[in-house]
């Protein structure tokens, strides 16, 4: 009897795992008359629906959770009605350091919602109930996707496919970010950008990066950073056929400093090709490539 509250007792903590360390941050600075009430009891609600919400069918261990963090910037609202931007990034540390190493970080500024103050927020997948909720299900379902390309190859398709799935059904809101009529440097470019086959060099670049690159480097430095260049190089995959593409600029906007970083002093090795195709991928930082001497 007692094995067998054990094994229902272990069942129960291992199903209610989750898998983001999400902290939640909302300023409305911006605004001349300010409910910080209604800010920070949507900051509590946002926190549980992210840190509270199982969104794999994995089981995550405390250490394992991927810290995230998301940044609202009010800068407009009437009665219920709130609008601005909307930042995202997430980390995942680097193997033998105490490094953390950036994935991803994006401002969306595609960013509306409906909110009352106390209101439950809960996600459903099957319905469009709430767009701050699909937006933030979407973020986490990315976060996890590029989070798992960093481990393992291609391991992300799957949370892709969730935040896909989250585009296609948040489209009959007709809202901005979620169609391709508003662009496509939104949550429907990137949805359908990262699972094509054509932009696949990113997500093998994610991996190579991460796990052959920056977790090598406490073990092999000059052979960690012979590998990040690789990944960076093998970028011209997408850069070719598909100048300034959103993928691209993503990589970019989380890795730019971390490669100004690690190529500004230790081991020498062959950065020529390198640096030339960061001045292609991103000219409009071509300051920080400059700071790369090795």
């Avoid at 999400?22 to 509590?44: G, P």
């Avoid at 995230?68 to 990034?89: H, R, V």
């Avoid at 996600?123 to 989070?147: E, K, Q, R």
Wanted: charge should be neutral; include cysteine.
């Amino acid at each position: 009897m007692r094995k067998i509250f054990l094994v229902l007792l272990l069942s129960q903590l291992t199903s209610n795992a989750q898998e983001l360390n999400a902290t939640v941050r909302i300023s409305a600075d911006q605004l001349a008359n300010n409910n910080i009430s209604i800010y920070k009891t949507l900051e509590k609600s946002l926190s549980e629906l992210i840190n509270k919400t199982r969104w794999t069918t994995l089981n995550f261990k405390n250490r394992e959770k991927i810290d995230c963090s998301f940044f609202l910037n009010i800068t407009a609202s009437s009665n219920d009605q709130f609008e601005g931007t909307i930042q995202i990034s997430s980390t995942r540390p680097v193997y033998n350091s105490t490094f953390a190493t950036p994935i991803f970080n994006y401002n969306d500024k595609d960013f509306g919602f409906k909110y009352v103050e106390y209101e439950l927020l809960q996600y459903n997948p099957n319905s469009f109930d709430n767009n701050l909720v699909s937006i933030v299900a979407f973020y986490a379902n990315i976060i996890i996707g590029m989070d798992s390309d960093s481990f393992s190859s291609m391991g992300g398709t799957e949370y892709y496919g969730n935040a896909k799935e989250i585009v296609a059904v948040a489209q009959q809101s007709s809202l901005k970010g979620w169609t391709q009529t508003s662009g496509n440097l939104n949550r429907f470019g990137l949805a359908n950008d990262i699972l094509q086959p054509i932009f696949a060099p990113f997500r093998e670049s994610l991996f190579t990066y991460h796990y052959n690159g920056m977790d090598k480097l406490a073990e092999d430095l000059l052979k960690g950073k012979e590998n990040i260049i690789l990944a960076v190089v093998n970028l011209n995959k997408i850069h070719d056929p598909r100048p300034n593409s959103f993928l691209v600029r993503l990589f970019f906007d989380a890795k730019s400093d971390e490669l100004q970083t690690i190529f500004s002093g230790g081991p020498k090795t062959d950065i020529t090709l390198m640096v030339e195709n960061l001045n292609r991928f991103s000219p409009q930082i071509s300051s920080k490539w400059a700071a790369i001497k090795f």
